[in-house]
């Protein structure tokens, strides 16, 4: 099993707010066992109740976070 005490790189997570798939509350979790790890890692929760957002404007956020992250993280 997992455990936040094995990660070390920087990290994003994304969730949506009702998805049946990967419930919230466990994106909460790793964030804060991540968080009070000392790593880098930011969170945010989407308004959906799907796995993935269909709202053009949360996929192009979704994108955009993505994106911006891996700019940032990959060099």
Do not use: C
Request: negative net charge; proline residues 7%.
């Amino acid at each position: 099993m997992p455990s936040v005490l094995n990660v070390k790189a920087p990290t994003l997570i994304l969730g949506n707010v009702m998805d049946a798939n990967v419930p919230l509350v466990n994106a909460e979790e790793w964030y804060h066992g991540l968080r009070d790890n000392g790593v880098t890692v930011e969170f945010y929760a989407y308004p959906e109740t799907s796995h993935l957002p269909h709202d053009i404007v949360q996929v192009s956020d979704v994108y955009r976070r993505w994106v911006g992250w891996m700019e940032k993280y990959l060099k």
